[in-house]
């Protein structure tokens, strides 16, 4: 049994999610249009900023309002970088900033988890009902879509198929009363993308095959290839240089995958214009006036104008 899941319910104009921790001066009203009232506060990296009129909300909640002139600073600098409708409805589900921000900045798994369909059988985040620790699982998904009352979150209906872990749910296909799929009683689950994932890695869990070793990201397992040293001339690098080095790789590495080169794309001017471009460049710069060992990620665009 599959019932239908509705995907209406997106929001209108520029969604933002925000890279670094920020300090904001927040305005509300009694009468449109009319500030009464404004409060500092602090915003999580990881937050979503949905804009609209004259103002940002954070995660959408009209009760916490941003004016557009403070979020096109952050953007100038790269504080803030664009998602799309269909990016802010798996975000908006999961339940915390920091793990929004881990989701967004891993490898590929907002494209992944955007093209998970029904039948992909996939490693999710269980508890153990007994101690309350947290374990890596297989499931195949049944369902993907907007299943919360308001239609603006998605999620993952899926089914435990690790028999060692048959139990550890907390459905039988059913969510909010709606039946969704069936299943054996707590052998369901309905889990924000954090909690779905294409390797075990993302979810910074291991995964242990029955009787075999655990699965781990970039494993590659050939016993007829004898492993040979590497050839090393000059002198040895630091190993905070080559941690720092492989750490900016990898981080210039996701960003190329999230948008290759000849990506075409809109951005904003410094005076508040959108214009198409394509993206050239991808990897890392120091902030203007900053210490220059502190760098920030940065896209290369040139402008059709």
Not at 146 to 170: C, K, N, P, W
Not at 223 to 233: D, M, Q
Not at 272 to 287: D, F, H, M, S, Y
Request: aromatic content about 8%; hydrophobic content about 35%; charged content about 25%.
């Amino acid at each position: 049994v599959t019932r239908d899941i509705n995907m209406s319910g997106l929001p209108e104009n520029d969604i933002l999610i925000l890279l670094r921790d920020k300090k904001a001066e927040t305005v509300s009203w009694s009468i449109p249009g009319v500030y009464t009232k404004k409060s500092e506060i602090e915003i999580s990296k990881g937050e979503v900023l949905v804009q609209k009129g004259k103002v940002f909300y954070v995660n959408g909640n009209e009760s916490v309002a941003i004016e557009c002139h403070t979020v096109i600073l952050w953007e100038k600098v790269a504080h803030v970088a664009p998602i799309s409708s269909l990016q802010y409805k798996l975000l908006k589900a999961i339940p915390t900033a920091k793990a929004r921000f881990s989701v967004f900045i891993t490898d590929d798994w907002m494209d992944w988890g955007a093209d998970v369909k029904n039948g992909d059988e996939v490693y999710i985040r269980v508890t153990k009902t007994k101690d309350g620790e947290e374990c890596c699982s297989t499931a195949v998904v049944r369902c993907v879509g907007a299943m919360t009352e308001d239609q603006s979150e998605t999620l993952f209906g899926v089914e435990i198929i690790d028999s060692r872990h048959h139990g550890y749910g907390t459905s039988d296909g059913t969510f909010n009363k709606v039946r969704y799929f069936s299943c054996p009683d707590n052998n369901g689950l309905f889990l924000s993308l954090a909690s779905v994932a294409k390797k075990p890695d993302w979810l910074k869990l291991e995964y242990r095959p029955k009787g075999g070793i655990p699965v781990t990201e970039g494993m590659k397992m050939d016993h007829n290839i004898t492993p040979t040293p590497a050839k090393r001339s000059g002198k040895e690098p630091s190993q905070a240089s080559v941690s720092t080095n492989m750490e900016a790789n990898t981080r210039a590495n996701v960003m190329t995958n999230r948008y290759p080169h000849g990506t075409r794309v809109i951005v904003r001017t410094r005076d508040g214009r959108k214009v198409n471009g394509t993206i050239k460049w991808a990897g890392e710069l120091p902030l203007e006036g900053e210490d220059p060992k502190k760098k920030i990620p940065v896209y290369g665009v040139e402008t059709d104008v």
